[in-house]
T-cell receptor
Framework: NAGVMQNPRHLVRRRGQEARLRCSPM?????VYWYRQLPEEGLKFMVY????????ESGMPKERFSAEFPKEGPSILRIQQVVRGDSAAYFC??????????????FGPGTRLTVT | DQQVKQNSPSLSVQEGRISILNCDYT??????FLWYKKYPAEGPTFLIS?????DKNEDGRFTVFLNKSAKHLSLHIVPSQPGDSAVYFC????????????FGTGTRLKVLA
């Protein structure tokens, strides 16, 4: 049973370029979460998605960032016109549908974005 | 506003001894708490969790204690092993069906052989 997969593991972009980060959830999980970790900080929630539906994007910067989880294929976090401050580790997590019982989110290995 | 705080950025413990990692929270609506372990260049790995209806949960060498009145939880590792050396994150959420985890800044544990 494969875990959460993210690619690429490392991504280097110049200022002004676009970054596309991919996440395939664990088998049987239909809910995906994106978190960002800046150096020396904890993980910060960005967005929560189900298939074809954004449930909560309250942690996403208002501009340049977008996320999707299409019916087929991985979830994608897209950052347009990257700036140096976007350099961070971006982690994807997945879970079964949040319901009446507590659950754990399972994390992928992360994508380390470096903006030069 | 940091709702989940891990005030010790690092901790060193001798192999075989007990490691105690602490976490404080401010939001009384939190009722589900988790500990994750993270090695460099890897994603966080779930360790153990506790619901607010309990004050203790144990899994092998790992025990989490929750003191709701003090809004404090701790992770005990006994006995500590060199392979436990990692960054430990405390996380909290608002309960069943609430998906947003709030993470602390982490404590780097080093277990000395």
């Amino acid at each position: 049973n494969a875990g959460v997969m993210q690619n690429p593991r490392h991504l280097v972009r110049r200022r002004g370029q676009e970054a596309r980060l991919r996440c395939s959830p664990m088998k049987g999980h239909s809910h995906v979460y994106w978190y960002r970790q800046l150096p020396e900080e904890g993980l910060k929630f960005m967005v929560y998605l189900q298939k074809e539906n954004i449930i909560d994007e309250s942690g996403m910067p208002k501009e340049r960032f977008s996320a999707e989880f299409p019916k087929e294929g991985p979830s994608i976090l897209r950052i347009q016109q990257v700036v140096r401050g976007d350099s961070a580790a971006y982690f994807c997590a997945s879970s079964p549908p949040p319901g009446q019982t507590n659950y754990e989110q399972y994390f992928g290995p992360g994508t380390r974005l470096t903006v030069t | 506003d940091q709702q989940v705080k891990q005030n010790s950025p690092s901790l060193s413990v001798q192999e075989g001894r007990i490691s105690i990692l602490n976490c404080d929270y401010t939001n009384s609506m939190f009722d589900y708490f988790l500990w994750y372990k993270k090695y460099p260049a890897e994603g966080p790995t779930f360790l153990i969790s506790i619901s607010s209806i309990k004050d203790k949960n144990e899994d092998g060498r790992f025990t989490v204690f929750l003191n709701k009145s003090a809004k404090h939880l701790s992770l005990h590792i006994v006995p500590s092993q060199p392979g436990d050396s990692a960054v430990y994150f405390c996380a909290a959420s608002g309960g069943a069906g609430t998906y947003k985890y709030i993470f602390g800044t982490g404590t780097r544990l080093k277990v000395l052989a």
